[in-house]
């Protein structure tokens, strides 16, 4: 099994808002890509590389996609902008073995959406409200060393029904100042891969700068990195196991 600190991970970032609104490039004047690969490296690993929808093929290229055992995906304004081949190649990754971590309104990128067979829709206020994620699974893996709960003081609100599958293993669920509740830690497996959604980080707001935020995404990382498993086998099998 490869040591998480060898783990080879893309950061994705749709790279949009930092570049049009102000109040986003004030907290991350260098992309939202970039505080989350500082993070990630600040916690131990080594290879982390990061790519944005502007580039040629988004930055995913064939090449890229074989070499990443776990991707994070931001998304928010320009989910349609996404070509579809991409998005299929993102899917087949997944099934096939690599980890995919959704950060908050990737809930509606095609990756996503594909994976679940949902809609993902969901109910949001941007009022800059009180989020506080209570830790609803203190055993599992992406939960360690956060503590009882993360307290935001300012955040967008997401609100139930989120149009989701049942999660696998819910690990964090929100309350807001308004009273709205939120599925914020949900994991799922699909094929070979294993996904974490994780609900905080909307662009007017310092979030991905939270030492425990970037604590739980660290961890989400090295949950979510291939391990061995089954092979996947499928099509025609003209011959019988057994003899007929």
């Not at 131990?44 to 580039?55: I, K, N, P, S």
């Not at 503590?147 to 989120?162: K, S």
């Not at 905080?200 to 090295?222: D, K, L, M, S």
């Amino acid at each position: 099994m490869t040591p998480f600190s060898k783990l080879r991970l893309t950061v994705w970032n749709e790279y949009r808002h930092e570049l049009e609104n102000p109040l986003v490039s004030a907290h991350y004047p260098q992309g939202i890509h970039t505080v989350l690969a500082e993070g990630l490296r600040a916690h131990g690993f080594e290879h982390v590389q990061t790519a944005t929808l502007d580039q040629p093929e988004h930055g995913l290229s064939d090449e890229v996609l074989e070499q990443t055992d776990v991707m994070l995906w931001w998304g928010h304004k320009a989910h349609a902008d996404v070509s579809d081949d991409v998005a299929a190649k993102v899917v087949a990754r997944v099934q096939g073995g690599m980890g995919l971590i959704v950060l908050h309104s990737g809930h509606f990128s095609k990756p996503f959406k594909t994976l679940m067979g949902t809609g993902c829709d969901l109910k949001w206020r941007e009022a800059g409200e009180k989020e506080r994620l209570w830790v609803v699974n203190p055993a599992h893996p992406v939960a360690q060393g956060v503590g009882e709960f993360i307290e935001l003081e300012h955040e967008e609100m997401y609100g139930e029904h989120f149009d989701i599958p049942a999660p696998d293993e819910l690990v964090f669920v929100s309350w807001f100042a308004g009273g709205e509740v939120f599925r914020s830690g949900c994991t799922f497996t699909r094929g070979s891969g294993k996904i974490f959604y994780f609900r905080p980080g909307h662009e007017t707001f310092p979030t991905y700068h939270h030492p425990q935020i970037q604590q739980v995404i660290a961890n989400a990382a090295r949950w979510a990195a291939p391990t061995a498993s089954a092979p996947r086998s499928f099509g025609h099998r003209p011959q019988p196991l057994e003899a007929l």
